[in-house]
Nanobody, 125 residues
Framework: QVQLVESGGGLVQAGGSLRLSCTASGRTFSRSPMGWFRQAPGKDRDFVAA????????FYADSVKGRFTISKDNAKNTMYLQMNSLKPEDTAVYYCAARREYRNVGTRRVDYDYWGQGTQVTVSS
């Protein structure tokens, strides 16, 4: 059974940092593009960042550009999201997602085939 499990969420003050991890099991995602999305209460699930299967290309939402960094360790079947200079508006449930092998990087929810259960990030002012 394929599973994506997020970890690293929590409560942090504005200006602080968190590092999210997404660990895959049940299959390898070393040849898959992956991404992060987030959903705040009462809002849609929005794109945050995405990375190509080999880590050579990355894409970010304008709202997080320059503050968040996505990375991927294929040997560990794990993806990361380093979040710095956090703001209260970053508060959301963060989801990791993966596409099937060798697809292009996607920035839409419909691009992704596998999803994690989410991890809560709360930024206090």
């Amino acid at each position: 059974q394929v599973q994506l499990v997020e970890s690293g969420g929590g409560l942090v003050q504005a200006g602080g940092s968190l590092r999210l991890s997404c660990t895959a099991s049940g299959r390898t995602f070393s040849r898959s593009p992956m991404g992060w999305f987030r959903q705040a209460p009462g809002k849609d699930r929005d794109f945050v960042a995405a990375i190509s299967w080999n880590g050579g290309s990355t894409f970010y939402a304008d709202s997080v550009k320059g503050r968040f960094t996505i990375s991927k360790d294929n040997a560990k079947n794990t993806m990361y999201l380093q979040m710095n200079s956090l703001k209260p508006e970053d508060t959301a449930v963060y989801y990791c997602a993966a596409r099937r092998e060798y697809r292009n990087v996607g920035t839409r929810r419909v691009d992704y085939d596998y999803w994690g259960q989410g991890t809560q990030v709360t930024v206090s002012s």
